[in-house]
């Protein structure tokens, strides 16, 4: 298998340079740059748009698209979902549950894809077949051959593609400021950083127990077939659809790879420069949730079928994984509180959605001509793609349909966003074998590991494979 290449396609020429200057409190108001608005915009520019996946996510960034398309068409294999979007939505939308048929049409310019981890790369990848731009939730993949997969398929279709990671883009900026604080060296060599996302299933109070749970009948509005996609055929449970999903490995990786990625990402932007990538994966410690992870991985491996699987979460619990990159840096990836935390020789600084603090944010806040030269890194950072964020709410949406029109690579590119992911995926592997793994980089797998080099990809179920 050949991992994607992961160096920095996005374009780096003509960076805006020209800021304004931050509210003093720790970036406490957005940029705001004069641009046209979506009120300004004509009707006639505006693109049409499909949204494929309407459950929890989907229901919130397909009204955010609105803002800047029209929303003419959804799809959704549980048909009341879509419903549901429709109904609150109040414009015209046609309803499909396959969204194959929705590809076909002519009229649709670009796709939202809100649907489980497992089928996200195989979407994408039809959608750009069918001449589509794809905004993608994260995690954008579900295996290390998925992300050279969809690399291949941007660049042999051309067609912009933003993932969803949007702490690049908004939470007032909070993120891409502690990215720019970490570049401009005032944390000192040697970073460090702690991506730290809680432990799996612990958003939701409704997981009473992680199994084994009852089989039954899908419901009549649910196309099973086309949720299952590329993973094996096994009978239907509640507890497999809706939220619950990312705790079964087939369909996806688990807190480390749906949460984690957010932190990670970031953490990637602020240590691993344009090009730096991960190379070591060590589990320091790490439970499952109701299988043993000699099972987990026996199934992985394809050593035992689905039908001897539990109905019964499988996914990581709690984890505390040291990871390397190419670069020096490192990042602990860890169950604890939600937070990002990054430190050097020379100080440290942690940020989360809600603010960013530490002693180099202070000093920085108090000296006009620190904040100015940070100002100016967070806009390098960004690129030219910044000068036209509006309003934090809209901004990382915004940057996708800019994008579409200008040419330019979105602030979330699919190269930047496979980076971290495998960062996640390394992660994962490493706690599934049970020791520390090291990638070589010149022959693309790992160094010695015919296991972790087993769980570089899954066997997709026909006729949902996955080919670029």
Same mark, same amino acid.
């Given at each position: 298998m050949a991992v994607c290449d992961l160096a920095q396609k996005a374009s780096r020429r003509d960076f805006l340079r020209t800021t304004t200057t931050l509210a003093a409190a720790g970036l406490a108001s957005p940029y705001v740059f004069t641009t046209a608005t979506k009120a300004a915009e004509s009707k006639? =520019?505006?693109? &049409?748009? /499909?949204?494929?996946?309407?459950? =929890?996510?989907?229901l919130q960034i397909a009204p955010l698209a609105a803002e800047w398309s029209n929303v003419v068409a959804c799809a959704d294999v549980l048909l009341?979902?879509?419903?549901?979007?429709?109904?609150?939505?109040? +414009?015209?939308?046609? $309803?499909?549950?396959?969204?194959?048929?929705?590809?076909?049409?002519?009229?649709?310019?670009?796709?939202?894809?809100?649907?489980?981890?497992?089928?996200h790369v195989k979407i994408a990848i039809d959608a750009m077949k069918a001449g589509k731009?794809?905004?993608?939730?994260?995690?954008?993949?579900?295996?290390?051959?998925?992300?050279d997969l969809i690399c291949r398929a941007v660049e042999k279709y051309g067609k912009t593609f933003q993932v969803g990671t949007h702490q690049r883009s908004e939470y007032d900026l909070v993120f891409l400021r502690a990215t720019a604080i970490a570049r401009s060296g005032r944390l000192g060599g040697n970073l460090h950083a702690i991506s730290s996302v809680? +432990?799996?299933?612990? @958003?939701?109070?409704d997981v009473e127990s992680y199994g084994p749970f009852e089989t039954a009948t899908p419901p009549d509005d649910l196309n099973w077939d086309l949720w299952l996609g590329q993973a094996p055929e096994v009978d239907f449970c509640s507890k497999r659809i809706g939220w619950h999903f990312r705790w079964w490995?087939?369909?996806?990786?688990?807190?480390?790879?749906?949460?984690?990625?957010?932190?990670?990402?970031?953490?990637?932007? /602020?240590?691993?420069? +344009? =090009?730096?990538? $991960?190379?070591?994966? &060590?589990? +320091?410690?790490?439970?499952?949730?109701?299988?043993?992870?000699?099972?987990?991985?026996?199934?992985?491996?394809g050593k035992i079928p689905a039908s001897e699987m539990p109905q019964a979460f499988s996914a990581i619990y709690e984890f505390d994984?040291?990871?390397?990159?190419?670069?020096?840096?490192? $990042?602990?990836?860890?169950?604890?509180?939600n937070e990002l935390l990054i430190e050097g020789e020379?100080?440290?600084? @942690?940020?989360?959605?809600?603010?960013?603090?530490?002693?180099?944010?202070?000093?920085?806040? /108090?000296?006009?001509?620190? @904040?100015?030269?940070? =100002?100016?890194?967070?806009?390098? $950072?960004?690129?030219?793609?910044?000068?036209?964020?509006? /309003?934090?709410?809209?901004?990382?949406?915004k940057n996708f349909f800019d994008c579409i029109k200008s040419g330019r690579q979105p602030v979330a590119n699919v190269w930047d966003h496979i980076r971290a992911v495998n960062a996640c995926h390394f992660a994962n592997i490493a706690m599934l074998v049970g020791r520390k793994i090291v990638w070589d980089p010149q022959a693309k797998q790992f160094v010695g590991d015919e296991e972790a080099n087993g769980l570089r990809r899954r066997k997709q179920r026909a006729p949902y494979t996955i080919e670029v």
């Open positions: 006639n =520019d505006r693109l &049409n748009v /499909a949204a494929i996946g309407l459950g =929890d996510r989907g009341r979902n879509a419903k549901e979007f429709v109904g609150k939505f109040g +414009k015209p939308c046609t $309803i499909y549950q396959d969204y194959r048929e929705l590809l076909t049409r002519s009229d649709i310019d670009a796709v939202l894809i809100a649907t489980p981890d497992h089928s731009h794809v905004y993608c939730e994260k995690p954008l993949t579900l295996t290390l051959e998925e992300g809680g +432990k799996g299933a612990s @958003r939701h109070g490995w087939e369909y996806s990786g688990g807190q480390v790879a749906d949460w984690g990625v957010h932190h990670t990402d970031i953490a990637f932007w /602020a240590l691993a420069g +344009k =090009d730096g990538q $991960i190379v070591e994966a &060590n589990p +320091k410690n790490f439970s499952f949730m109701a299988v043993p992870r000699e099972k987990v991985l026996a199934f992985l491996l994984v040291e990871l390397k990159l190419s670069t020096g840096n490192t $990042i602990q990836l860890v169950s604890g509180p020379k100080g440290r600084i @942690r940020v989360n959605r809600d603010r960013l603090t530490g002693k180099p944010v202070e000093d920085i806040d /108090a000296d006009p001509k620190a @904040r100015k030269e940070i =100002d100016d890194l967070m806009a390098e $950072i960004y690129g030219d793609r910044f000068a036209n964020i509006t /309003a934090p709410k809209f901004d990382h949406m």
